[in-house]
């Protein structure tokens, strides 16, 4: 049997629970967006962290160093947002060739620091190494928040309306466009800056965390299909998504009409959009609509709808079922 037999996600449960009885009351450890560490009765700290590889993550060729440094900060922050919780501070290790300009890591250090001043998370510490060929970085991010803040991917309930905090597709469609050596100007390139620069949704986090509403969340890594999944089966519910609800940018749409690209299948399968995938209660669902926009002067698109039943997700498109295929999944 080989890694890609059993991919990402086969390999962490088998690992994962031999570490379980390790893990003393009150601390979470694997299989939500963070770590949860108490500091005491009010608040806890969560830890996150990303890695990012070359020629796997990211292609040198195709990415400044300045998006790059961006980059791997914003995805680490972006699992930060979904807890609900401040960042505090951040860790940097990275793997370099000896032979890279060091105006290349100049670059890489003024994109880290881009969004580091933005989210006021200073860099505390990390390691830095030779490697023999390719890049690779890995960021940990350390965050704060009370404790009855915490939104977990476990929290969803039947009757809950699923909701996301921005467009869907964007960042996949900028990565075949840049794959495709497309992303020159224009609407091309705006969709390629998605893909290189993600912004972490710290503050819509942060407020939706504070509403006793909200019950789940987590953030758009892998894509939907496979991220919508994973509060499903940590909820142990079912889903419904409505694909004709899916917010989808008119860069998307444009891009997607004249390249014959099936707009849903970036939609929900092409991930690192890095948006929040949220549920909420049906009950408060202009209220928290109406709210969100005033404070952040967009959409809460709803696109679907929890159920009892097996946790999987149904896709629909006006009212008739259909087969969509996955989201990313490492070794897969
Ligand atoms: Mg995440």
């Keep these: ?21 390790l893990i003393p009351e009150g601390l979470e450890g694997i299989g939500d967006d963070c770590a949860i560490i108490p500091i005491n009765a009010e608040e806890s700290l969560v830890i996150t962290t990303d890695l990012l590889v070359e020629d796997v993550h990211f292609l040198k060729e195709h990415i400044l160093p300045r998006e790059l440094g961006w980059k791997s900060l914003a ?93 869907l597709g964007d960042s996949a469609a900028g990565l075949k466009l840049i ?23 710290i503050k819509e986090g942060k407020w939706l965390s504070s509403l006793a509403e909200v ?8 894509g939907i299909s496979s991220d919508l999944d994973h509060i499903m089966k940590a909820s142990n519910c079912h889903a419904e998504v409505w694909l004709e609800k899916l917010p989808v940018s008119d860069h998307l749409t444009k891009v997607s009409l004249e390249n014959g690209w099936d707009i849903y299948s970036l939609a929900t399968g092409g991930g690192e959009d890095y948006v929040l995938l949220l549920t ?36 629909m498109l006006n009212d008739e079922k259909v087969d969509l295929c996955k989201g990313f999944n490492h070794f897969g």
């Design 1 to 21: 049997m080989k890694l890609s037999d059993i991919g990402e996600f086969g390999l962490i449960e088998r690992f994962a629970p031999l570490f379980k009885h």
């Design 75 to 167: 995805v680490s922050l972006s699992d930060i947002a979904s807890m609900g919780a401040t960042p505090v501070g951040s860790f940097l290790s990275i793997a370099l060739p000896e032979n890279i300009p060091v105006a290349w890591t100049d670059e890489f250090f003024n994109g880290y620091h881009d969004l580091s001043s933005k989210e006021s998370t200073p860099l505390l510490g990390g390691d830095t190494t030779k490697s023999p060929d390719k890049i690779v970085v890995n960021v940990t991010v350390v965050g704060k928040i009370l404790n009855k803040y915490i939104k977990r991917r476990s929290g969803a309930k039947p009757g809950d309306l699923i909701a996301v905090t921005g467009y």
């Design 179 to 201: 794959l495709l050596d497309m992303a020159k100007e224009g609407v091309s390139s705006a969709l390629a800056r998605s893909h290189h620069m993600p912004v972490p949704h």
């Design 215 to 222: 019950h789940a969340m987590m953030d758009v890594s892998d």
């Design 280 to 315: 909420i209660d049906k009950n408060m669902e202009q209220e928290i609509k109406n709210e969100f926009f005033k404070l952040f002067g967009k959409e809460l698109y709803i696109i679907g709808e929890v159920k009892e039943g097996l946790p999987c997700v149904d896709w």
